[in-house]
Structures are given as C-alpha cells and as structure tokens.
C-alpha cells in the first residue's frame, strides 16, 4: 500500500520561502502524474500545482502562479514544492497525491505552513 509523507512546513513571515517535500512508498511512484493540495482552516481542500509522470509538464492554481515551482525525483520517489514570496493567505496544511481523484491514496498527516503578516 502506497504511503505518503510531507514534510518541510514551518512557520515563515509574508514575503519567505520554504520547500516542501513528499516521499511516496512503493514501486508505482514514476507511473502517475503528481499534485499537492492545501487545506486552510474552515475550508474545502484545494488544488495547489500538479506535474506529469515524466516531470516535463506542469500546472499550477492561478492563486500560486509565478510563487510556487513543483518538481519531481523519481529515482528517488519524491516530490517537491518550492513556495516563494508567501503571502498569509497560503497558510493551510499542504499534502501530496495522485493528480487523478481516481487512483487517488490514502492522504498522508500533511504538512503545516503558517505565514506570518
């Protein structure tokens, strides 16, 4: 069973950076395409970027565009989410998943990112 772990949250003032990562267990990593999502308090999960099985096509919410940069490493089942100039309103509890609802795991314990104004 497929298991995922984020970390690399923290608490950064408006303006910061930080680099999340996701570590998938299991063999199948390379064969699905990626994404992270957020959650803030009080609200509905939300899409965050997305990146392809091969790393070459990326995709991010419009909220995020032009801040935040996804990659991958699958030769070591990983991926990332590099946050630049972070704004209050991106603090929320970042996870990783399969892009695809469909083939979608169970969502790991996420990573906590609080920016400060």
């Known amino acids: 069973q497929v298991q995922l772990v984020e970390s690399g949250g923290g608490l950064v003032q408006a303006g910061g950076s930080l680099r999340l990562s996701c570590a998938a267990s299991?063999?199948?990593?390379?064969?699905?395409?990626m994404g992270w999502f957020r959650q803030a308090p009080g609200k509905e999960r939300e899409f965050v970027a997305s990146i392809n099985r091969s790393g070459g096509n990326t995709y991010y919410a419009d909220s995020v565009k032009g801040r935040f940069t996804i990659s991958r490493d699958n030769a070591k089942n990983t991926v990332h989410l590099q946050m630049n100039s972070l704004k209050p309103e991106d603090t929320a509890v970042y996870y990783c998943?399969?892009?695809?609802?469909?083939?979608?795991?169970?969502w790991g314990q996420g990573t906590q990112v609080t920016v400060s104004s």
């Open positions: 998943n399969r892009e695809d609802r469909a083939t979608r795991v169970a």
């Open positions: 299991g063999r199948t990593f390379s064969s699905y395409a």
